[in-house]
């Protein structure tokens, strides 16, 4: 019989009716179903377990009970911000926790034994962030330490870490004060137990966590208990309630994955969270560090991630916090460690090692396998889901379907390329006219924005290659080609895939469950024999991508929830409309590459396009024109806050000639520019004739040591483009001083510079060699750590946090010279003394400057002292 004659896919040429044709009505309830995989993931993704209560304690005598946890919760939170050295800190919130863990202790069962100490450390350390290093030192900060020894003589340890540290303006409910709720009852529940764990579980709480996670280095370090330590977990938070997220693990010490496995009732754990986190994608870091670096300490980190708007924020309150947050954290938590606790590895001197690929399906399951594994697993999927669908092709020309597989991979490569430049392009623009995070509370606002205009950069380029390149004499037919093109999809997740897991990357995995999805829509068809048959190959298709469109749409739903509130500190140097329209781009790709063939099949392709198009343009329209728009939100405004971040400081600077006498003065207000639309908000109050200066534009910057500025986070103040206000002197009471001693000349070459130093207030220190100076030794550790470079200047950065208040304490600086140096001439060193919740230093011009900010502002007010000296 003759076949019929093919023609171009145009809809106005469109001249005989195929049967592979699609409607309108397709198309749209393929993206109702996209939406709607969005929104059950977004549900799933927020769904936690009913909070039991004291009266489930009959019915369940060992469980967590949330209620109980709630109550230590609420103590704390009413205690509000608690910085280390604070009275709050280091009194009241040191003695409630002391408090609740004896009154569990005069209430465990007689069988178990249970010891606290009291731990007051001081101590130092070099850290690197950034790759920018400091040194950390801490006098007198605290730990409670609990001890629930366990029936095996050899006390192995599992080690849980909270801290109770807060920073300044932030009650901390969340970060961390619920988790240290949730070791109080975990610790309440084992105590009442009959029978002891085989292994000793040991619970601290560190009070300096927010200073450069100072307290875990003492204890790790310092602490007798720590030697038992075979293993630990760390409860961390980077927002506020949802569940809490396994991400980082190990390393490599695979049997902790395995133990997870084993115990989580609720899992949420992806490796890919742990790349992100070690490539320096998050701006934080916690106590794992200090664990793994100090201690060689294996273990899991977890932290609660939903919500970030109000990390670090008066808004982390138990206002926005529930029972079953905790309920959730608590029963996984508990079990863990339950598992780990009678585990034979933490006895064991000779475990296995390796790397882990680890993820869970939307919370209903959990995956784990070696990293060696999954580079098998990665290459056999890829093979296969090029092989399978291809024996669909038997008995077509192999030229017709190589040409439509060229077709799908060029369109996937090209579409994406183009919806990159379409979405970076909009970003631009949207910056460049001072709309910049308009998506910020209204994350819906960046479906409309971004991922439309991707959609629509994959369907125009696929519009151009079916119209000029659609082979009018194949032997196939439209839906085949389809068929085809997906095959070309394949081959462009393949090639992603194995990128992936030649460059050493075990997020490979990501990609890889989508082949894995096409693969068994792949052999369905073949076993049916349905890719000849109009409709039944697109069924099963379909079908096959329901799980891949659960997995998509949770991705887009965590990495948005994650990364869109960070937006808003990570300063206002890079555009972060550029960030989410990548992320945007990205997850239109990741969710919508299996659909977008299909678009060859639409009898009204030009009508869906204008549809998205009009959708763009409406969304523009609304974010740049009507309130949904506005970034930022204070809670009379929304039930769930977002609020823009400042960080003020009232400076007042003394600089000193080369003999310690005073040279002038000068004072103002130093703001930290935390996000894009930092300056935009402060100038709106800058009074005419007054003058906001970028730091890097001030005259102290090209004549002082790191501008002589209140550098307090050395990361953060480095990087953001800040602003000085001149301004009055503030008040002030008190200060750290370093009193120069005197001079030792070690060798001809070598000079001992010795200081006292007193104040138990937090400061710093910038301690910076002229040239042909090096610094070669000092007293706070036994080796000097790389400088840190700022504005041409190379300076050791020292970071002091005091807890309890301590003695005058000695400090010695080893230089070395090449040729002798006048006074003056050999160093330059910048003390600064930070106070956080010193409001009694606060001026009636500086309440005055904090009231004209907007009620959508945290702002986070603080008052410092520089004292600036050459020697």
Not at 138 to 153: M, T
Not at 444 to 456: D, E, R, S, T, V
Request: with cysteine.
């Amino acid at each position: 019989m003759p076949q019929q004659k093919r023609v171009r896919f145009k809809e106005d040429e469109q001249q005989v009716k195929n049967l592979h044709h699609l409607e309108s009505g397709a198309v749209y309830g393929a993206l109702l179903v996209v939406v709607g995989c969005g929104l059950l993931t977004s549900y799933l993704a927020t769904r936690l377990p009913p909070a039991l209560t004291v009266g489930d304690l009959e019915r369940a005598p060992n469980a967590f009970i949330a209620e109980r946890a709630w109550a230590s919760l609420k103590t704390l939170n009413d205690l509000g911000p608690k910085p280390a050295g604070s009275q709050a800190n280091e009194v009241l919130a040191y003695e409630f926790l002391l408090k609740e863990v004896q009154r569990i202790n005069a209430s465990k069962h007689d069988s178990q034994q249970l010891e606290v100490d009291s731990q007051s450390v001081t101590g130092a350390f070099s850290i690197s962030l950034l790759n920018q290093s400091m040194t950390s030192v801490y006098r007198n900060v605290q730990n409670l330490v609990v001890r629930l020894a366990g029936s095996d003589v050899h006390q192995h340890a599992l080690l849980l870490n909270c801290h109770f540290d807060t920073v300044a303006s932030s009650p901390g409910a969340s970060d961390d004060g619920a988790s240290c709720a949730v070791m109080l009852e975990i610790l309440r529940v084992l105590s009442r137990r009959p029978v002891r764990t085989r292994h000793t579980v040991t619970f601290l709480f560190n009070g300096a966590e927010e200073t450069m996670l100072q307290a875990a280095h003492g204890f790790i370090t310092q602490h007798p208990w720590a030697a038992d330590v075979r293993a630990f977990l760390n409860l961390e938070s980077s927002g506020s309630g949802g569940k809490e997220v396994l991400f980082q693990a190990g390393p490599h010490h695979p049997w902790l994955i395995e133990a997870y496995a084993r115990a989580i009732r609720h899992p949420f754990a992806h490796t890919v969270g742990e790349e992100i986190f070690q490539l320096g994608l998050i701006p934080s870091d916690t106590d794992f560090r200090m664990f793994r670096d100090y201690g060689e300490v294996p273990g899991m980190d977890f932290a609660h991630i939903a919500n970030g708007y109000r990390y670090h924020t008066r808004y982390d309150s138990m206002d926005f916090l529930s029972l079953d947050v905790l309920q959730r954290t608590g029963d996984n938590v508990l079990a863990l460690t339950r598992d780990l606790a009678e585990s034979d590895e933490l006895a064991a001197s000779d475990l296995p090692v390796g790397e882990t690929v680890f993820f869970d399906f939307i919370g209903l399951a959990f995956v784990h396998y070696s990293a060696s594994s999954g580079r098998l697993i990665n290459l056999a999927v890829v093979v296969l889901s090029l092989i399978v669908p291809l024996m669909c092709f038997a008995r077509a020309r192999f030229d017709d379907v190589l040409r439509e597989v060229i077709v799908g991979l060029v369109g996937t490569v090209f579409g994406t390329v183009f919806s990159i430049i379409a979405c970076t392009t909009i970003a631009r623009q949207l910056d460049f006219f001072g709309k910049s995070m308009t998506w910020y509370t209204n994350t819906h606002l960046i479906l409309g924005l971004y991922c439309c205009p991707a959609l629509l950069s994959h369907c125009f380029v696929y519009l151009f290659l079916t119209t000029f390149y659609t082979n009018s004499k194949s032997n196939l037919s439209l839906g085949q080609m389809t068929q085809a093109r997906l095959i070309g999809v394949n081959v462009f997740w393949s090639v992603v895939t194995l990128a992936a897991t030649v460059a050493g990357y075990r997020s490979g995995y990501i990609p890889m469950v989508l082949l894995v999805c096409s693969l068994a829509s792949s052999t369905l068809n073949l076993l049916f024999s349905a890719s000849r048959t109009p409709r039944a190959w697109m069924y099963i298709h379909l079908a096959g991508q329901l799980p891949a469109l659960l997995w998509a749409t949770n991705f887009y739903n965590v990495l948005s929830a994650l990364f869109v509130p960070i937006t808003g500190r990570f300063g206002g140097s890079r555009n972060p409309e550029v960030f989410i329209a990548l992320l945007a781009a990205g997850g239109t790709l990741l969710c919508c590459s299996y659909l977008i063939p299909f678009i060859a099949q639409l009898r009204k392709m030009m009508n869906f396009t204008a549809k998205l198009s009009a959708i763009t343009v409406l969304t523009l329209v609304l974010a740049c024109l009507s309130p949904l728009g506005m970034p930022y939100r204070d809670e009379s405004m929304a039930t769930e806050p977002t609020p823009q971040r400042h960080y003020v400081t009232h400076t007042f600077r003394v600089f000193h000639d080369e003999f310690g006498l005073y040279k002038s003065t000068d004072a103002g207000f130093f703001f930290q520019e935390m996000d894009r639309n930092t300056r935009a908000t402060i100038e709106e109050f800058v009074a005419p004739g007054e003058n906001l200066t970028p730091m890097r534009q001030m005259d102290s910057c090209r004549a002082e040591l790191f501008c002589a500025l209140p550098f307090y986070s050395l990361w953060h103040q480095m990087r953001f483009n800040n602003y000085w206000l001149p301004g009055p002197e503030p008040l002030y009471d008190n200060m750290v001083t370093m009193a120069y001693l005197g001079t030792e000349q070690l060798d001809s070459h070598t000079q001992r510079l010795l200081f006292a130093m007193e104040g138990s207030i937090q400061s710093s220190i910038v301690v910076g060699p002229k040239e042909g100076v090096q610094l070669v030794g000092w007293s706070l550790l036994d080796h000097v750590p790389r400088p840190a470079k700022f504005g041409g200047r190379e300076g050791h950065f020292v970071f002091i946090t005091h807890g309890l208040p301590g003695k005058a304490w000695n400090v010695t600086l080893d230089l070395r010279y090449d040729q002798p140096k006048p006074t003056g001439e050999l160093v330059d060193i910048v003390v600064t003394t930070k106070f956080w919740e010193y409001h009694h230093m606060h001026t009636p011009e500086f309440e005055q400057l904090l009231a004209k900010f907007p009620s959508w502002s945290h702002v986070v007010p603080s008052v410092a002292l520089v004292s600036v000296f050459p020697l």
